[in-house]
């Protein structure tokens, strides 16, 4: 497996496996590798016959206060699970590679943007989409693996791919997590001992909300009650949102049916998480 830091080297290569008929598989991260992104790299493997795994803290994605600095880098360490997973070259651009001086150009999705992290995070979506949108461009992959731990981020990237008819197939693939229920993060390392511990009200707390919805409750304020409830087990989580929206729109909804999203954001110690459940073919009662 191979490290490239170069566009146009990474294009070349690309350009040679496309001509031989090569399938290509696109896996973007910001490093830091765990087992949920290696479920991302192996599912590409299994699909495609070359595979691009991107490692690149995207500084357009960070607020001014957020973790930038503080995210965790381990590049020898990525090389090992990519290598493990199937992947056939890892691109590991510069910032300068990426965004030269004079840089201008964004990538902007509207609506679904302004909710949930994006409400909480002005800016973020927008260096999201404009980097991924700079990656396609670059690997031109026929698929595109995402985690649905980041569930908004999937229907954002969904819709810049339609909306500018993009020629890559987003797919979307379940969260992987701890053997105690925490959602796998790179962020998790950064949290303390105690705050580790702490950080499980998350998933409890929506395992909470499933238990309420399988006994036939529909009504969304009940069910936030019962998981902000759960949450307050755990005074020192600062909840940044607890919601119930369409994973269409991600419109907030009053009463569960169909495809039904329950997400939150908190700060546990000095860590934004996020974790969330997604509810299918929900019928309005039982
Ligand atoms: P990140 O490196 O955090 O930007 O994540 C890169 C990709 O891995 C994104 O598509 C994430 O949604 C996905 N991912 C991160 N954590 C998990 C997880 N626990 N399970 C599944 N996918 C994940």
Redesign the pocket.
Known sequence: MKIITSIDELKTIIRKEKQNGKQIGF???????????L??IEKASIENHFVVVS?FV?PTQFGINEDFDVYPRDLERDQKIAEIGGANIIFHPTIKEMYPNGYRTYVEVEEITEKLCGASRPGHFRGVTTVVAKLFHIVTPHRA??????AQ??AVLQKMVKDLNMDVQVIP?????EADGL?????NVNLSPQDRKTALILSKSLAKAKEIVAAGERNAEMILIQVKKTLATEPTVIIDYIEIVDFETFERIDILKGRVLIAIAAKIGKVRLIDNIILEDLPSCI
């Open positions: 896996v973007p991260t910001m490093g830091y590798l765990h087992d949920g992104h479920s991302l490692i995207n693996y995402f985690g649905l731990k980041d981020q999937v693939c379940p969260i992987v997590r959602a796998m993060s790179s962020r």
